[in-house]
């Protein structure tokens, strides 16, 4: 009896198995960078990551979280890139959480867009993101799961990092973007705001050794940018100082946050904000605490985002824009992006938000530029616990306000913007459901 018990312990199925995979994303020189707005790549400051994690729960198809060093992708190169992830993990598309860093001095990969343009539009290097995603795919397959011993999760507040970019001024407008640097402006010191102070983390364990850490923060990533260097900035420097663990980190609800109260945009900042980054990073990683996983459960609904209203974001107005000689290329290639986003979802495409949910620990799963308080209400739905927030999903709708900030002004809410302020009820109605 003894024995028959011992072996049945033995031979019992893990409750989870994890396994790490990577390749590296840098595009080759003369590549778009941020969707053609910033120069194209002229050298590569540090080399471009693409990490993620597959686990395989005890009777559950396999999950994929995986984010790059890319500025987004978006619409159908986001399927495609979800659906390819998925079939190399042997599971299914809306099981796959796929999200970007966000650097600016990265690519942006927009198929559908870039299908409107003619070939002088540059807009993403399309050949090369192919390649991408077929090493990726590669790396997964060969990835080799471990047993799961031990969860771990916490949180450490980040010092002198983030700050609201929205100022707003006595009638309640935005009167000034602080943006993800500032300088030569008083306001570049106002209070910080409306954030988002803590850095969340959850580790998994084989036995004695921490084999993955995934970590949420939310600041725009950028110190600088625009100079046809490729990087993967501060962000993706206080990642890789990480030695004792293979570090994910998934940028939050940054859409209305940055580094501009403790960032002039010079060069020598860009190694400080890393190491008060990465002192975080370990700070929380030194704060966890063992939490419960053999419960635990991913949960996905798909969602329809209200298409934005009024002049210029009409169908025929955005085909006469992008076929316009006159007007520049970013610009056309904007209106490109903003017109295969509208397609899809007029044909009816939808948007998978999805939580990761073990324990005490939940991680939600949202699209686009997402305003910090998103991030916050997600939190404030359960206070006694830990709810982490990865945005830059699918980055078809761009920036994602609260339905109050479209009446205030600002560039967020502008044209850069594509969905209509209703998007707030969807996404909290969601939320409400994915972390009931």
Known sequence: MLRRSFLSLALAPRP????????????????????????????????????????????????????????????????L??????????????????????????????????????PSVPLAPDAF??????????????????????????????????????????DGRVAFGRMTSCRNSP???????????????????????????LS??????????????????????????????????????AGNIGAGRYNDGSPALRPVLAQRLATAMAAAKAAE??????DLRWLSTPVALPLRQGPGFAEAELEAAIANPALSLPLRANHARYLAFYRLTK???????????????????????????YQLAAAAQRPAELVATAAYGDYGPMYIGTAKSYSEGGYETSAVSRVAPTVEDILLTATRQLLA
């Open 16 to 79: 989870l198995r994890l396994a790490t995979f990577s390749a590296d994303v840098t595009p080759p020189l003369g590549a778009p960078l941020c969707y053609g707005l910033v120069p194209p790549a002229a050298s590569v400051a540090d080399p471009l990551a693409a990490r993620g994690v597959l686990l395989l729960p005890a009777g559950q198809p396999p999950i994929v979280l995986c984010t790059l060093d890319w500025l987004g992708i978006g619409n159908s190169s986001r399927d």
């Open 216 to 253: 949420y923060y939310a600041t725009h990533p950028m110190s600088y940018y625009g100079k046809g260097e490729v990087s993967a900035d501060f962000v993706g420097h206080a990642r890789n100082q990480q030695s004792d663990t293979f570090q994910l980190h998934f940028t939050g609800a």
């Open 187 to 213: 306001q570049c010191q106002a209070p910080e705001g409306t954030i988002d102070p803590l850095l969340r983390s959850l580790s998994f364990w084989n036995g004695p050794r921490r084999v993955a850490t």
């Open 129 to 170: 993101a192919q390649q991408a995603l077929a090493r990726l795919a590669r790396a997964l397959r060969a990835a080799r799961p471990l047993p799961i011993s031990q969860v771990t999760a916490g949180a450490a507040p980040v010092l002198e990092i983030a700050s609201n970019r929205r100022i707003l001024g006595p």
């Open 81 to 118: 890139w979800r659906s390819t992830l998925a079939q190399a993990a042997r599971t299914t598309p809306d099981r796959v959480a796929l999200h970007t860093v966000h650097q600016h001095d990265a690519p942006g990969l927009d198929a559908a867009a870039s299908a409107l343009l003619p």
């Open 289 to 294: 605490k063992p939490i419960p996983f053999s």
């Open 347 to 373: 044909a009816g495409r939808r948007i998978d938000l999805s939580a990761l949910r073990l324990g005490p620990f939940s991680v939600l799963h949202m699209p686009g530029e997402l305003f910090v308080e």
